[in-house]
């Protein structure tokens, strides 16, 4: 699983256990959360994303605002690039043996 262009894939095992989450209908929520201090945070059904990971999507293109919800919340989907590299992330962890994915699990 390598990065488009010249960016560093942020944990490549959790980057893509996003994505595998994500799939076809599931959207990642922004919250905002400038009022309370702690700035914006990233959910998929309830599991919050890493701030890396997410920021990694957006600017990669492999995410897109598709609008807010009734409580304002940004929903996020993936963009026909982003199931592109989804699809290839999941053909090059299904290639991998054993021993490099508990190396990739442990050290991104």
């Not at 059904?45 to 890493?50: L, P």
């Not at 492999?62 to 026909?80: K, N, P, Q, V, Y």
């Not at 994915?101 to 991104?108: A, D, E, P, R, Y």
């Amino acid at each position: 699983m390598e990065a488009p262009g010249d960016g560093r894939i942020p944990n490549r095992a959790e980057t893509l256990k996003v994505l595998r989450l994500m799939g076809d209908y599931r959207p990642m929520l922004m919250l905002r959360g400038d009022t309370d201090g702690y700035g914006a945070r990233w959910t998929i059904d309830g599991q919050e994303i890493q701030p890396a990971i997410a920021t990694y999507l957006m600017k990669s293109s492999f995410i897109t605002d598709s609008g807010a919800t009734e409580m304002g919340a940004r929903t996020l989907t993936l963009t026909e690039t982003g199931t592109r590299f989804r699809t290839d992330g999941l053909a090059w962890w299904a290639g991998l043996g054993l021993l490099e994915k508990l190396k990739i699990m442990l050290f991104g």
